[in-house]
């Protein structure tokens, strides 16, 4: 995006300067808190408030921190809008943001329990001698009902953000390969419950096609917000470019 589109990402950062160059301190904090969760497990054993207290103000930064990017990403789309942004919460009202923003979300939650899933399936694993309680098939159980729930708000959340997309850089391109992206998602979320019906016997039956179907839509939907982008921007590089020509010529 930096070397593709350098005035308009430079200049959304501009915009929002003061959250942009707080990304870099919030996540060194957001990560130390992590760690002060882990290694401080059994000290504050007996003050369980405050030990949630700490994760959960590490899980909000790492939450806040996207938004910051999508903001940034999106504001960089929409020059006609720049004369009217006052900072990063003017950029974050723009269309599209909030909508992308859950849409991200809910791709977090589907991606982790698919990991989960695939992660307690490996035979070197015993996951059995390290959870209490906790079966393999319960932890396979676990990570596709997890990733069941992602798949699901992620579709109905990607509806949200196509119909929120400015129409400046819609296409018909655009809503092909979004919609392609959108086929794979069901066709994950089919997979997965279909798995979860079948019981023990059948929750291995799709798993492969499930990480084939994920790994199609990062493709195909990274391709449609590309292709967005360009539309979107294209105009606007033209008047660029012929400014720059004339500027040129007088110089």
Known sequence: IN??????????????????????????????LTYLHKYTWEYLENNKKLHIGIIGISVGIFLFIP???????????????????????????????????????????????????????????????????????????????????????????GIIVLFTLPSKGIGYGVIAVMGSAGILLVLALWWVTDSLTKGREGIDLHFGKVVTAVALFLVAYGGSRQMYRHNALDKHQQLVKQHTEEYQKQS
């Open 67 to 157: 938004l910051i990017f999508l903001t940034n990403v999106n504001l960089m789309m929409f020059p006609e809008k720049w004369e009217g942004v006052k900072g990063f919460f003017s950029a974050m009202t723009l269309p599209n943001v909030w909508p992308r923003y859950f849409e991200f979300l809910a791709g977090c939650v589907a991606i982790t329990g698919v990991f989960i899933y695939g992660y307690n399936r490996r035979k070197a694993y015993r996951g059995e001698e390290i959870y209490v309680g906790f079966s393999r098939y319960k932890l396979k159980r676990l990570g596709y009902t997890i990733a069941a729930s992602g798949f699901a708000v992620q579709i109905v959340t």
């Open 3 to 32: 070397a593709l589109y350098a005035l308009y990402f430079y200049s959304a950062n501009a915009l929002t300067g003061s959250i942009w160059i707080m990304i870099i301190p919030l996540v060194t904090i957001a990560f130390l």
